[in-house]
Nanobody
C-alpha cells in the first residue's frame, strides 16, 4: 500500500504560477511512472503529465511549454510546476503512482 499526499494547490490569477507536490509514503522507484491528472467539474479525469523512472516526461498538449513535471527519488516526491496558468486549468489535480495508487487531490483555481 502506498499513500500519496498532494499539496500546493490554491487560488491564483491568470498568468500566475503554482507548484504542486506529491509525497509518497514509500519509494516511488518501484513504479514505472508517476503522474499528474486533473478533473474539472462535469468533465472526465485527464492526463496532465507523467515522468518515468528514467526521467522521461510526457505532457498533454494543453500544458506543453507551461507545466514541468519532476521527481526527487530520495524524497519520494513528485512535483508539477505550473506557469502561465489559465482559467481552463482550473480543476482538482491528482497524483498517481503508475495508475495503481491515487492521492486525494488538490484544488487549483485560476481566476480571470
Amino acid at each position: 500500500q502506498v499513500q500519496l499526499v498532494e499539496s500546493g494547490g490554491g487560488l491564483v490569477q491568470a498568468g500566475g504560477s503554482l507548484r504542486l507536490s506529491c509525497a509518497a509514503s514509500r519509494t516511488i522507484f518501484m513504479f514505472k511512472f508517476m503522474g499528474w491528472y486533473r478533473q474539472a467539474p462535469g468533465k472526465q479525469r485527464e492526463l496532465v503529465a507523467t515522468i518515468t523512472t528514467g526521467g522521461n516526461t510526457n505532457y498533454a498538449d494543453s500544458v506543453k511549454g507551461r507545466f514541468t513535471i519532476s521527481r526527487d527519488n530520495a524524497k519520494n516526491t513528485v512535483y508539477l510546476q505550473m506557469n502561465s496558468l489559465k482559467p481552463e486549468d482550473t480543476a482538482v489535480y491528482y497524483c498517481t503512482s503508475g495508475l495503481v495508487y491515487w492521492g486525494q487531490g488538490t484544488q487549483v483555481t485560476v481566476s480571470s
